[in-house]
Nanobody, 121 residues
Framework: VQFVESGGGQVQPGGSLRLSCAASGFTFSSYGMSWYRQAPGKERELVAGITSSGGRTKYADSVKGRFTISRDNAKNTVTLQMNSLKPEDTAVYYC???????????????WGQGTQVTVSS
């Protein structure tokens, strides 16, 4: 199982970024996927999730209305479009399967390298 995140960078408040995650080593289309983030000195938190078919999405209250998660099961990729970025969005962003699946399947226990998002003027 492997996750490779990309697309991070430094942007000014109010800017946008589009993160991508390429997943491999498992049947991608069978699993819900999520984006997580970890800010300095804080625990990793769930940001957004999408069902295996892409039919339903869910967001943390802090990003609702600003972030959009999507997936392409033909390409084994999941994307996070981030708009109206705020300094408090600064973190390393990771993708993985949904939290329940991750907690019950040791094969999903590792993380990718993540991609750094810095929102600063």
């Amino acid at each position: 199982v492997q996750f490779v995140e990309s697309g991070g960078g430094q942007v000014q408040p109010g800017g946008s970024l589009r993160l991508s995650c390429a997943a491999s080593g498992f049947t991608f289309s069978s699993y819900g996927m999520s984006w997580y983030r970890q800010a300095p000195g804080k625990e990793r938190e769930l940001v957004a999730g999408i069902t295996s078919s892409g039919g339903r999405t869910k967001y943390a209250d802090s990003v609702k209305g600003r972030f959009t998660i999507s997936r392409d099961n033909a390409k084994n990729t999941v994307t996070l479009q981030m708009n109206s970025l705020k300094p408090e969005d600064t973190a390393v962003y990771y993708c993985n399967v949904d939290p329940i699946t991750r907690a019950t399947n040791v094969v999903f226990g590792s993380w990718g390298q993540g991609t750094q998002v810095t929102v600063s003027s």
